[in-house]
């Protein structure tokens, strides 16, 4: 199993919660990590982080009283169909002297390459098991950064530095740095350090010094005590490449979700860049604000608490998805599940969190009544997810009795939260005795798009009664066009 903290465009719920239960039983695993740099010849490069945990693999001796794991890597970037770089290599675990305990172990390379967008793949594999168990991982990432503008480049999360003037990509700035693979920060981890770098000040700054803020922010809607030292600021002096390293306390988090954010200012206090990286802090011992009374009858049980949680998807944000569509959330205590909980609905309307919360428990109510399946709830439905993401929509023509098609619904939407006009949903059924409906085609920016949508609806099948939400338009299910309605139409102008 491959877990990336901040290039793969998946977050598991063990980044998070310092879990390291595998997604799939057996097979190596695995957490990746990159960040992509400059340098000051204009060149720029691209590292990766990787940390193998060792009770996921095979240990097998490797001298006398002696044992090992390996990993075998392979790591490439593809330009269209052109590998540009690769590498392939086996990482080789610290020795032990008996197999009960299995340390991690971890691996940096840096490749330079020019810039760009290019396709990261990412295979590991344990070569002592004969099963051969192969984990794999694909993404687009980015290399380098605007010439004409202050920058700031990925941060690496660290979790050690001494200085050193050896050359490896564990090296920068005169410093060795072992990479701290993961955004999850448990209790007992009190400082949070990291590298990174500022690009351009000469080129904008119009005097020869600036100023670097960085600081702890809260992502789950209280407020920190600053009297705790989560803000610094260090005057540099302008030039082409300016690297940062700086440790952050971060003992006196309550536990939650946070973001390291760091800025660059002017002489004249004129923000010219920031940037944000997100990690999560468990700390049992510190208290934050107090959970309202009003949210207890929603957690007066495990089972009840995390289906309000569960029943939360549509409107996640990426880096909660992990955990509110895993499995895992038996592994977590219910005093974190009920604050992480509370916490959720506290940064979506810091002033009234209950009343939030109960508004959209009453569209989820809505949907479970609409939408249902013997084995599937409402809101974890297509119909369900899009309801209760964008609200109901303006108009839902419903066509259940076309003989010429399956049955299918078009949603319109006049305007979507973030601004966009006029958008249409396309969901249909192939099984006229249930009533799943999949979303077929969609307009929404992000959604599924399909441009064949219109052929796909053409069948000669039976119909379905027709269920009743907001703004909905049945069509008479008895009286059939002899030729069907045109989908076309439908869409077009839905009603």
């Not at 770089?85 to 490749?111: C, I, W």
Request: proline fraction near 6%; charged fraction near 20%.
């Amino acid at each position: 199993m491959i877990k990336m903290r901040t290039g793969f465009k998946i977050l598991f719920l063990f980044l998070l919660l310092g879990c390291t239960t595998p997604l799939f039983a057996g097979g190596p695993e695995a957490y990746l990590n990159f960040a992509t740099y400059s340098a000051p010849n204009g060149k720029t490069f691209f590292e990766t982080y990787l940390s193998v945990m060792g009770n996921s693999l095979r240990f097998v001796k490797s001298g006398k009283n002696k044992y090992a794991g390996k990993a075998h890597v392979t790591l490439s970037f593809k330009l269209h169909d052109s590998v540009v770089a690769s590498a392939n290599f086996n990482l080789v675990s610290p020795e032990v002297s008996d197999t009960l305990t299995k340390p991690n172990f971890v691996d940096a390379h840096r490749f330079w390459i020019p810039k760009g967008t290019y396709t990261l793949t990412f295979t590991l594999d344990d070569p002592n098991d004969a099963s051969h168990k192969t984990i794999t991982g694909k993404q687009a990432v980015r290399v380098g950064y605007p010439a004409d503008t202050v920058s700031i480049s990925d941060a690496e999360f660290l979790n050690s530095f001494t200085p050193s003037n050896e050359a490896s990509p564990y090296n920068k700035c005169g410093y060795y740095m072992v990479p701290y693979v993961f955004s999850y920060y448990p209790q007992g981890v009190n400082r949070l350090s990291f590298y990174c770098e500022i690009y351009n000040t000469p080129k904008i700054i119009p005097r020869e010094k600036f100023k670097i803020t960085y600081s702890i922010e809260s992502d789950g809607g209280f407020t920190l005590d600053q009297s705790s030292n989560f803000t610094a600021t260090t005057l540099r002096d302008a030039d082409t490449v300016v690297p940062l390293m700086a440790q952050v306390p971060i003992g006196n988090l309550p536990t939650g979700n946070y973001f390291l954010s760091i800025s660059v200012v002017d002489m004249n206090n004129h923000t010219l860049a920031k940037k944000r990286y997100s990690f999560s802090k468990e700390n049992p011992g510190m208290k934050s604000n107090q959970i309202p009374q009003g949210f207890a009858v929603y957690m007066s049980s495990r089972d009840t608490l995390e289906e309000s949680i569960r029943c939360l998807a549509p409107i996640s944000k990426y880096n909660e998805q992990g955990y509110v569509i895993s499995d895992s959330l038996n592994y977590v205590s219910m005093i974190e599940l009920k604050r992480w909980f509370y916490y959720f609905w506290q940064s979506r309307d810091s002033t009234h969190p209950l009343e939030a919360w109960e508004k959209y428990l009453s569209d989820v109510m809505k949907v479970n009544h609409s939408f249902n399946m013997p084995n599937l709830k409402g809101y974890r439905t297509d119909r369900g997810r899009v309801y209760l993401q964008y609200g109901p929509p303006n108009i839902r023509d419903v066509e259940k009795s076309n003989p010429a098609t399956y049955p299918h619904e078009i949603w319109e939407y006049y305007k979507l939260p973030d601004g966009q006009t006029d958008v249409k949903f396309v969901f249909y059924s192939t099984a006229v005795e249930t009533n799943n409906y999949v979303l077929l085609h969609s307009t929404a920016t992000g959604e599924t798009q399909n441009p064949h949508w219109q052929s796909a609806l053409y069948s000669s099948v039976g119909t379905l009664l027709p269920s009743n939400l907001d703004n909905e338009k049945v069509v008479d299910p008895t009286g059939q066009d002899p030729i069907g309605e045109d989908v076309n139409d439908e869409f077009n102008n839905p009603h």
